[in-house]
C-alpha cells in the first residue's frame, strides 16, 4: 500500500544506487553528479552511441575537475596505501585537502583518484529492467509529456516498491506524471541546470502527492551532490524557467522589432546585469526547442499572453535553427554540421 512504501522508503543516507535515464546533456551530467557523490550509478539509453559519448564526457569533464582540485562532491574514496599515511586508506578527499591545503601535487593526485573512483561507479545499461535495484530513479529523457508518462508507469511496474522516481523535466507537470503511477506520493521534479556538473542549484518540485518524507530525502540528496535546494511547488515553469523564458522571450522581441542587433541585446545583459550569458546566447546554448516548449507550457498553463512565444523564435525553430547542438540558432557555430533548411 501506499502507506507502507512511504515508511520503507529510502531515506537520503540509503540512496545508494541511482538510475539515470536519457544520456544526453542533462542525464550524463547528473550520473556524473551521484557517482562522484559515491552512488552506483546505472546510465540508462536505448542508443548505445549516446552512453559511448556521455561516458566520454563525464570522464572529460571529471578531469577537469580533479585538476582544479574542485570535485565538490566530497566523500570517502578507498585510498591506495602509496599515499602519505594523512591520506591514505579510510580517508576522504576532503581530509587530504585540508592535510595538504598549499600542496597542490597531492591535491591533484587525491583528486584524480576521486575522479577514476567515479568513472568506475557508472555502469551503462540499456533497458529499463536493469533499473531493478535502483532507489533512486531520475529521467532526463525527452521533453513529451505522453513519452515521460509511459516511462513512469513501466518504471512503476519494474523500480522497487521504496523507489523514488523522480523527473528533469524543466515545465512538465510533476502531478500529471505522478498520476501515471500507483505510487505519488514517491514522485518529486529534481530540476537540474546546464551543465548540471558547475551549476549550483537543484528545483526540488512537489507534486500534489508527494510526501514529505520523499520531499526531506531528496532535499538531502541533492545536497550531498553539493547542491543549494530551492523548492517549488507544482505550477508551469516552476521558478527558474517562469522567470528565465519571458527575459529570453524578450529578448528575441527586442530583435524582432529592430531595437538592437543580437550582439548588443546580449553585451546589454551581459555587462549591464552581469549575466554569465546574453539572454540569445544562453537560447542558443539551452537549445531553441526547449525555449519554445517551455514558453508554450507557460503560455498554455497560466493563460496570460505575455508568455507567448515570439514569432522570430517560431521561425527559428521551425527553420531547425535549435541552437549550439545544431550549430546554428541566433548565432552560428563553427564547423558542426546543421540541419538547417535555407
Ligand atoms: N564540466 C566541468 N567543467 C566545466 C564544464 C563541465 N561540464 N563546463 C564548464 N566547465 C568549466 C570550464 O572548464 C571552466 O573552468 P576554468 O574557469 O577553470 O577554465 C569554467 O567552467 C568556465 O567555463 P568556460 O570558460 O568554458 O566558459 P564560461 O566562463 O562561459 O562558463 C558556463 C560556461 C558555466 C556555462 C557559463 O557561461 C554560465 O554559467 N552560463 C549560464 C548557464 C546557465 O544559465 N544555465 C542554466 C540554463 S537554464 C536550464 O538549464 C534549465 C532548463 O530547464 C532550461
Known sequence: TASFREESMATASEIAAVGVIGAGQMGSGIAQLAAAAGCAVLLLDADSAALTRAVASISASLRRLAAKGQ????????????????????????????????????VRLVFQAACEDSIKRIRCVSTVQDLREADLVIEAIVE?????????????????????????????????????????????????????PIMRLIEIIRGADTSDEVFAAVKSFSERLGKTVICSQDYPGFIVNRILM???????????????????????????????MGPLQLADFIGLDVCLSVLRVLHNGLGDNKYSPCPLLVQYVDAGRLGKKRGVGVYSYGQKSSNVKP
Open 71 to 106: 570535485l565538490s562532491q566530497v566523500r570517502r574514496v578507498d585510498l591506495p596505501s602509496y599515499y602519505p599515511t594523512q591520506i591514505g586508506p579510510g580517508h576522504s578527499v576532503k581530509d587530504a585537502a585540508e592535510a595538504f591545503p598549499s600542496d597542490k601535487f597531492w
Open 144 to 196: 513529451n509529456e505522453h513519452v515521460k508518462k509511459k516511462l513512469f508507469v513501466e518504471l512503476d511496474k519494474i523500480t522497487k516498491p521504496s523507489a523514488i522516481l523522480a523527473s528533469n523535466t524543466s515545465s512538465i507537470s510533476i502531478t500529471r506524471l505522478a498520476s501515471a503511477t500507483k505510487r505519488p506520493s514517491q514522485v518529486i521534479g529534481m530540476h537540474f541546470f546546464n551543465p548540471p
Open 246 to 276: 519571458p527575459l529570453i522571450n524578450e529578448a528575441f522581441w527586442a530583435l524582432y522589432t529592430g531595437v538592437a542587433t543580437k550582439e548588443d541585446i546580449d553585451t546589454g545583459m551581459k555587462l549591464g546585469t552581469n549575466h554569465p
